[in-house]
């Protein structure tokens, strides 16, 4: 009987300890983008006219153009300048297998082609201004 209690006391815990990390760093990085500094979002990204693959990774927002850092692999790539948000959706459900369902695409459109970036709620306001401030 006090075995399960323990248990669920400690599950209870670790849980309040996650989500408390997590409001703190959406936290820091509002306060970072506030101040102007650069600060990573992270989203997926996908270029239409690179195929039809997501890439995770990180948008840098602050200080200067959007510039997107993937996870894994190649250099930092400066977004064009022009870049606006053309549409805000929920992914389809086929997106859904790639993505986190709960994500928001906001589709753009540049003088390059089309951009999609998925982001999770939290940190979509701060994608919609950098765009609108780009």
């Known amino acids: 009987m006090n075995d399960r209690v323990i248990e669920v006391v400690v599950g209870m815990a ?4 996650v989500g408390w990390l997590i409001h703190r760093k959406q936290q820091q990085r509002s306060s970072a983008i506030a101040s ?10 996908k270029f239409a006219e690179r195929g039809s693959r997501w890439k ?10 959007l510039v997107w850092k993937p996870s ?5 790539t400066a977004l064009p300048a022009d870049l ?6 929920s992914p389809s459900m086929r997106e ?3 993505i986190n ?9 540049s003088s390059d082609g089309k951009i999609s970036i998925a982001v999770m709620p939290p940190d979509l306001d701060h994608v919609i201004k950098a765009l609108k401030g780009a």
């Not at 102007?36 to 990204?45: D, F, I, N, R, Y």
């Not at 894994?72 to 930092?76: A, D, I, N, Q």
């Not at 369902?101 to 459109?109: D, G, K, Q, W």
């Open 101 to 109: 369902p709960a994500s928001r695409i906001v589709e753009c459109e």
């Open 36 to 45: 102007g500094q650069q600060a990573g979002v992270h989203c997926m990204l």
């Open 72 to 76: 894994f692999g190649r250099k930092e």
């Open 56 to 65: 995770a990774g990180r948008l840098l927002i602050g200080a200067g153009p």
């Open 14 to 17: 670790g849980a309040a300890l």
């Open 96 to 98: 859904g297998m790639s």
């Open 84 to 89: 606006r948000q053309a549409e805000l959706r």
